[in-house]
């Protein structure tokens, strides 16, 4: 049993990091998703509301699976997996930035850094696991079409 446990703890923490990275998002995002987020102008190609909790669920699986891949590797303490925590830490504070301090304009400007920490990190994971490189392609894309909704936003607000 203790065998069983210790080869499926790496996979149960690196995913529970990841939707915990969620969570504190999602604090910022629940306070403000039906007051100050309804009250704004948004582009025709806005996805409906209920479509982001699930997404980024599934994001943040698939990025706890590639956190995952890339620990199994003999460099734990890679520039891959520390540009990981980087780009981590970077999309919570987009959603505190963003739903928090309802300010999509600095939101616009964090989230440029965070697409640059996700594709950085996609970059330096290709050498050590691709498979876990591939699992991010998914974020980066999504946060790349966050990123026009946010432009989009802060100009029609």
Known sequence: ??????????????????????????????????????ELNKPSFSPPDWIFGPVWTL??????????????????????IIFFGIQLILNSLWSI?????????????????????????IILAWRQSRPAAILLLPYLLWVGFATVLNWQIYLLN
């Not at 065998?3 to 306070?31: D, E, H, M, R, Y």
């Not at 698939?62 to 891949?69: D, H, P, R, S």
């Open 97 to 121: 930035i963003f739903f928090g301090w309802h300010s999509p304009l600095f939101a616009l400007g964090e989230i440029i850094f965070l697409e640059i920490a996700i594709l950085t990190t």
């Open 59 to 80: 994001l943040y699986l698939l990025m706890g699976v590639a956190l995952f891949l890339l620990w199994q590797k003999k460099e734990k303490t890679s520039i891959a």
């Open 1 to 38: 049993m203790k065998k069983k446990i210790k080869k499926w703890f790496p996979l149960i923490v690196s995913i529970a990091v990841c939707q915990s990275a969620g969570g504190i998002g999602a604090l910022a995002t629940n306070q403000s998703v039906q007051t100050w987020y309804q």
